[in-house]
């Protein structure tokens, strides 16, 4: 299986066989390499890279990577990761999110936006699944945070954090999804959106950022199409264009570039990678399911997971695996 979509001897996997071997930690290292990890979000989606970010833990990789590239959920993930607490995030997309607490598209009826981002940063963060914000910040691996700063019409990559509520607010404006949320919402003075609107994957800056092998972690099945004038893009992209003219045709813009630029790139970089910077694309295998943006059912959701784990195992370590869940207590 690895050999027919991974190139086993992938200069990615081979600085991350080497870096585990040598117990290699973040600020402290002998090779002189930048590794990166750059985790796509999409929504409920983002349970995918959540499920290979517990196998990324779980394999012995966590501290082989120096810096972290995250936009929308995959931003949640991230953090969490940062503090090897991977099934903290994966947890909440069955436990806390598959709620009517989260999304409830009967609020609309009523004027209201179906996603409720407060219940995820001041219930959930704090009470159920604590997010550890300052630790986050004083860590040795670094966390970055794609934001869409809708008043300059940009991405913005933000990894100097002045505060835990700094943090929050950044995570918050990076997971600002259109239509689900309304409006934009504050971020340093500044109004934002979902950081993936003008970027759709964090690897490009990754490799801007001057990493010289990258780590991706994208959330789409390798064999599924998405079409740039779908409905559902057209609904969004006429929505961003009433909250600022312009970004609706931006965001139009940057999915063009992700599935004629990106995909084929982060295919081809399986099997072929360049020299500078080296990128392993890690995605779910050919036959697995979609799981959707707003994916609110408890089984896909699981099975997404799965599905995750199996690739990053497969990518990584070589070997195919059977994955099953396990139940453990959480006080």
Request: with cysteine; net charge neutral.
């Given at each position: 299986?690895?050999?027919?979509?991974?190139?086993?001897?992938?200069?990615?996997?081979?600085?991350?066989?080497?870096?585990?071997?040598?117990?290699?930690?973040?600020?402290?290292?002998?090779?002189?390499?930048?590794?990166?990890?750059?985790?796509?979000?999409?929504?409920?989606?983002?349970?995918?890279?959540?499920?290979?970010?517990?196998?990324?833990?779980?394999?012995?990789?966590?501290?082989?990577?120096?810096?972290?590239?995250?936009?929308?959920?995959?931003?949640?993930?991230?953090?969490?990761?940062?503090?090897?607490?991977?099934?903290?995030?994966?947890?909440?997309?069955?436990?806390?999110?598959?709620?009517?607490?989260?999304?409830?598209?009967?609020?609309?009826?009523?004027?209201?936006?179906?996603?409720?981002?407060?219940?995820?940063?001041?219930?959930?963060?704090?009470?159920?699944?604590?997010?550890?914000?300052?630790?986050?910040?004083?860590?040795p691996q670094r966390l970055h945070v794609m934001v869409t700063d809708v008043d300059a019409m940009k991405m913005v990559d933000v990894s100097d954090f002045h505060?835990?509520?700094?943090?929050?607010?950044?995570?918050?404006?990076?997971?600002?999804?259109?239509?689900?949320?309304?409006?934009?919402?504050?971020?340093?003075?500044?109004?934002?959106?979902?950081?993936s609107v003008l970027q759709r994957h964090p690897f490009r800056t990754a490799r801007s950022d001057g990493c010289t092998h990258i780590l991706s972690l994208s959330?789409?099945?390798?064999?599924?199409?998405?079409?740039?004038?779908?409905?559902?893009?057209?609904?969004?992209?006429?929505?961003?264009?009433?909250l600022a003219p312009g970004l609706g045709s931006g965001y139009i813009e940057a999915l063009g570039v992700y599935i004629e630029e990106d995909r084929p790139y982060?295919?081809?970089?399986?099997?072929?990678?360049?020299?500078?910077?080296?990128?392993?694309?890690?995605?779910?295998?050919?036959?697995?399911?979609?799981?959707?943006?707003?994916?609110?059912?408890?089984?896909?959701?699981?099975?997404?997971?799965?599905?995750?784990?199996?690739?990053?195992?497969?990518?990584?370590?070589?070997?195919?695996?059977?994955?099953?869940?396990?139940?453990?207590?959480?006080?």
């Amino acid at each position: 299986m690895a050999d027919r979509i991974w190139s086993e001897g992938h200069p990615v996997r081979e600085i991350l066989h080497a870096r585990r071997a040598n117990r290699s930690l973040p600020g402290r290292r002998e090779d002189p390499y930048k590794v990166g990890l750059a985790i796509e979000g999409g929504g409920l989606r983002g349970i995918v890279s959540a499920g290979m970010l517990v196998a990324l833990e779980e394999l012995g990789y966590s501290d082989a990577f120096d810096e972290v590239y995250t936009s929308s959920s995959g931003a949640m993930n991230g953090t969490y990761f940062i503090l090897r607490d991977t099934w903290f995030p994966l947890s909440i997309y069955y436990d806390d999110l598959t709620t009517r607490e989260f999304v409830d598209f009967g609020r609309v009826l009523r004027g209201r936006a179906p996603m409720n981002l407060d219940y995820l940063f001041d219930e959930v963060f704090v009470a159920r699944k604590p997010l550890a914000y300052q630790k986050v910040i004083t860590s040795p691996q670094r966390l970055h945070v794609m934001v869409t700063d809708v008043d300059a019409m940009k991405m913005v990559d933000v990894s100097d954090f002045h505060s835990p509520d700094d943090l929050k607010e950044t995570l918050r404006a990076s997971a600002w999804l259109p239509l689900a949320t309304k409006g934009t919402t504050p971020f340093r003075g500044r109004c934002a959106v979902d950081g993936s609107v003008l970027q759709r994957h964090p690897f490009r800056t990754a490799r801007s950022d001057g990493c010289t092998h990258i780590l991706s972690l994208s959330t789409r099945p390798m064999t599924s199409v998405q079409r740039k004038n779908s409905l559902s893009n057209r609904m969004i992209a006429k929505y961003l264009d009433r909250l600022a003219p312009g970004l609706g045709s931006g965001y139009i813009e940057a999915l063009g570039v992700y599935i004629e630029e990106d995909r084929p790139y982060l295919t081809r970089s399986r099997l072929q990678p360049e020299a500078d910077p080296a990128v392993l694309d890690v995605a779910p295998m050919p036959g697995t399911p979609e799981v959707r943006r707003h994916e609110s059912n408890f089984g896909v959701l699981l099975q997404g997971a799965r599905s995750a784990y199996r690739a990053l195992h497969v990518a990584l370590e070589g070997k195919d695996v059977y994955v099953v869940p396990r139940l453990t207590v959480y006080r």
